[in-house]
T-cell receptor, first 112, second 110 residues
Framework: DADVTQTPRNRITKTGKRIMLECSQT?????MYWYRQDPGLGLRLIYY???????NKGEISDGYSVSRQAQAKFSLSLESAIPNQTALYFC???????????FGPGTRLTVL | DAKTTQPTSMDCAEGRAANLPCNHS???????VYWYRQIHSQGPQYIIH???NNETNEMASLIITEDRKSSTLILPHATLRDTAVYYC???????????FGQGTILTVHP
């Protein structure tokens, strides 16, 4: 079984809809991250969390919110989706000492 | 976090060693060098990291210069499945956030 899972893997939605992307991990890591990737661009950090009570904005947090429901679960929400949020979204966890990050398979989101 | 510079693309013949360079001249003393790769829209995969000593694992070797201003990732026997975008990232362990740049597109050809 994969250590970091994301649901859904693909999602098509309409402008203005609320959508939630979910991430679960079995690695036992405290740190979790949400990244976004656009075609031809590197990954950009949206939000990150160092433990259940800790939430931090990344470089592109506008239009997004997150919830850390438990150590193993970190959800990303788009309250009112817009077309320029069409992208590939990755969740990641990181190991406690050297910060190696382990990524999920990604969610491909299309906002029409 | 220190900025890194990598070539946009590189080619390598299957079975040969792939040597991917990275410059990080502004690296600070407590920052590590990390390498990741991403195979066609899959989630990025951690490869290796190091501080100042050379490192080797089952995937690759990492050579860091003595002044720590540059490093080279070595895939000793490249296969077609190693075709991917390779990211060199510099960062501290305590902060957690890693900044991904454009990376190097490595193409392994038969």
């Amino acid at each position: 079984d994969a250590d970091v899972t994301q649901t859904p893997r693909n999602r098509i939605t309409k402008t203005g809809k609320r959508i939630m992307l979910e991430c679960s991990q079995t690695k036992g890591h405290d740190r979790m991250y949400w990244y976004r990737q656009d075609p031809g661009l590197g990954l950009r950090l949206i939000y990150y969390s160092f433990d259940v009570k800790d939430i931090n904005k990344g470089e592109i947090s506008d239009g997004y919110s997150v919830s850390r429901q438990a150590q193993a679960k970190f959800s990303l929400s788009l309250e009112s989706a817009i077309p320029n949020q069409t992208a590939l979204y990755f969740c990641a966890t990181s190991a406690p000492v050297y910060n190696e990050q382990f990524f999920g398979p990604g969610t491909r989101l299309t906002v029409l | 976090d220190a900025k890194t510079t990598q070539p946009t693309s590189m080619d390598c013949a299957e079975g040969r060693a792939a040597n991917l360079p990275c410059n990080h001249s502004t690296i600070s003393g407590n920052e590590y060098v990390y390498w990741y790769r991403q195979i066609h829209s899959q989630g990025p995969q951690y490869i290796i990291h190091g501080l100042k000593n050379n490192e080797t694992n089952e995937m690759a070797s990492l050579i860091i210069t003595e002044d720590r201003k540059s490093s080279t990732l070595i895939l000793p026997h490249a296969t077609l499945r190693d075709t991917a975008v390779y990211y060199c990232i510099v960062g501290g362990t305590s902060y957690g956030k890693l900044t991904f740049g454009q990376g190097t597109i490595l193409t392994v050809h038969p």
